[in-house]
């Protein structure tokens, strides 16, 4: 079996990619999730620039530079501005 990750997709992430959730094959066993990000960016360019996008990593919000092992699971959403 590849190695892979479960993406799930929030608010307007899931409208831009049509999508709620995904499974997301890995070349190896991990990912960055700069590497992730530039990835979903070239798979669904409307979400550009995905570097704005944030990610939780088995519910934990995670910065950028995390390393994603196969099996986990990835959330993508927007930031959320409070107010």
Known sequence: ??????????????E???????PWPLQGATITGHALLDSLERRYPQLAPATRLKLAVNQTHAKPGVTIRAGDEVAVFEPVTGG
Request: no cysteine; glycine share 4%; charged share 20%.
């Open 1 to 14: 079996m590849n190695p892979a990750i479960n993406i799930l997709y929030f608010a307007r992430v899931a």
């Open 16 to 22: 831009l990619t049509g999508r709620r959730a995904e």
